[in-house]
């Protein structure tokens, strides 16, 4: 039988001892009565990589449950990283949502709980509330770094990959943030002057944990170029933070930082109404202000001409809606405005 170790007041256990030196693999338990399983619990994969002293790094997987590339990152390092290689601790979660990455869906099926709004969580709440309350409470408390690792999911996809993190707060946070994001060597970084505090990095913020989130590729698929060059830029920048001794396999491609504020009409393209979008622009093009950027058609009525959506902001295409079928309020693009190579801090707006 599996010895249980538990967090006050968290609602779950966990068959990993996080003080235990070496790796173990097992699960949290989620106690879920349901009818078919009056005593059960959900089971959520986690493991723990152990070796003396020195920063603690929480990898993450599956906060979305269609997001599909780092829950094959974070299963990689759990098979491949030896404990002699690690100085300090990483504590590893592939399917964080497990019911959402279970069923190939953005929330989970049984509350309909999206994970990363949903922090800081309730340890007596829904079963999404209760995993944001053990991540935060129990896992990022430990934490001095954070790399919660999404994509598109199957509504969009990234040119590539996109980092964010919140902007430092003084100069030191700053020297320490900018080598990680340069290790990390995404497509596109952008740095959040305000977060979200129902998002991960609001939690990791509130935890005094250092935050990076990474979207990569999308669109209810998996891109091996796109995963090769995630997965480097995961190593490199565990080995940046000091947790993972090693040489990086390959070096940090030539990124970009840029504006991009989520949620903003200025940086993103939302259909106004229903029916087939048709894109006239790809991942990657330069666009200008007042540029058509879509149309969308009904087919219902053949006689009507489609509507014709326009972008905004000048800037690039950095994010695309995959599917065609689209309602009022779906967002079709997003656009970043490219501020120069990864040197400078920007400050922008999360969504």
Known sequence: MAQLFSTAGQGMTSEVDFDAEGKQCGYLRLPHSVHRSAYGWIPVPVASIRNGPGPVVLVMGGNHGDEYEGQLIVSRLIREIDPSRVQGQLILLPMANLPAAKAGLRTSPIDGGNLNRLFPGNPAGSITEVLGSYIEQALLTRADLLLDLHSGGSSLVYHGSLAMAGAASDEEEDARLRPLLRALGARYTCLLKQLN????????RRQNCMGLVLEIGGGGQVSRPDLEESWHGVRRTLIASGVLHGEPAAPASAGHW???AFGADSCNVFARSAGLFEPLVGLGDTVQAGQTAARIHDPSAPHREPELVHFEA??????????????????????????????????????
């Open 258 to 260: 840029v504006d991009l």
């Open 197 to 204: 505090p129902r998002t991960i990095l609001g939690a990791a």
């Open 314 to 351: 000048a800037g690039t295409v950095v994010c695309q809606r995959v599917p065609a079928l689209t309602e009022v309020g779906d967002c079709l693009f997003q656009v970043a405005s490219i501020s120069g190579p990864l040197q400078g801090i920007e400050r922008i707006e999360e969504k």
